[in-house]
């Protein structure tokens, strides 16, 4: 099991704590992003006419070649994105379990606290309730806010930044893709790649969405977020 690997020095300069939301502030083994995985095949199956199983792959092309799915859509299909958003979260959250150790760790930290979602406000709202994390965050800047850009793409962060006056070389970023700490790293923030469990699987997921490539893009790796918090505060 991966442990974190941070000590206080690293993040002694950190004044903006930068976080993902979807299976970054809650664990990806209660799979409440598989549910909106699904709603998105099925959406993108009406919106493309496509039979189900390639609707399903072209779903999975415009999430790894456009940052969402739904920025895809929108570039080939003309997609209204609210009512994409509107549709893809309407889940159930029950599963997403309170996490008084993560509230604990999250309010110890100096400084601000943002989310950088490519969901959007709504649906955090929603993950942090349940979490216990309401009120903690001094922003939730999610896609509508990025102007549907979307993480990965350098005017995602560069639109975020500017919009809080964030100074990147004295910020963090954790996310669970490494695609999402590739700019991060290029501009000089500290990154943190959050990560399932070693014997984590689901049918939903594709390979490319779990890989580690062990890059200088990340500096440190952690299945337990809460913990890896813990060393730094």
Not at 140 to 160: C, G, N, W
Request: hydrophobic share 40%; charged share 20%; with cysteine.
């Amino acid at each position: 099991m991966d442990q974190p690997a941070a000590s206080r020095p690293h993040f002694t300069h950190v004044t903006d704590w930068v976080f993902d939301l979807d299976n970054t502030l809650y664990p990806r083994e209660c799979n409440l992003f598989a549910q909106i995985d699904l709603l998105i095949s099925d959406y993108t199956t009406e919106v493309t006419g496509l039979p189900y199983a390639e609707a399903r792959a072209l779903q999975k092309a415009y999430y790894r070649d456009h940052g969402t799915t739904l920025h895809g859509l929108m570039l080939h299909y003309g997609v209204d994105p609210d009512h994409f958003l509107k549709t893809v979260h309407a889940i159930d959250y029950s599963g997403v379990p309170a996490h008084p150790g993560l509230v604990a760790a999250l309010k110890g930290l100096p400084g601000r606290k943002f989310i950088l979602t490519n969901g959007d406000a709504g649906h955090a709202n929603a993950v942090l309730e349940r979490v216990g994390a309401s009120g903690l965050f001094t922003d939730i800047f999610d896609i509508r806010s990025m102007r549907y850009q979307p993480k990965p793409l350098p005017v995602a962060y560069e639109t975020f930044f500017a919009a809080h006056g964030i100074d990147a070389r004295r910020a963090a970023m954790f996310d669970d893709l490494e695609k999402n700490l590739l700019v991060p790293h290029d501009v000089g923030m500290v990154t943190v790649q959050v990560i399932a469990g070693s014997d984590f699987t689901h049918a939903q997921v594709e390979n490319w969405e779990l890989e580690r490539t062990g890059g200088p893009h990340v500096h440190h790796v952690t299945n337990d977020l809460a913990g890896f918090l813990r060393t730094v505060i």
